[in-house]
């Protein structure tokens, strides 16, 4: 196995577009950690519930620090 491009990616938002990328990048196995931020906790929920990330922030800046890429969805 290949080392990641991303060691952490953060997705700011993780609707359609977001969901898309974090399975994507999940499959592919591009990033080591994937941080997802949502503006609700609803949603935040969904994700978890789906796997789409490693760990799943209410504040944005949670999601972003350390990060290596972050994608607005």
Aim: glycine residues 10%; hydrophobic residues 45%.
């Amino acid at each position: 196995m290949t080392d990641p491009v991303f060691p952490r990616l953060a997705l700011i938002g993780i609707g359609l577009i977001g969901a898309s990328i974090a399975l994507a990048t999940r499959r592919s196995g591009a990033a080591g950690h994937v941080a997802i931020h949502s503006r609700t906790a609803k949603t935040l929920e969904r994700a978890e519930e789906l796997g789409l990330g490693d760990s799943y922030h209410a504040d944005p800046a949670d999601a972003v620090k350390d990060a290596d890429c972050v994608i607005l969805c």
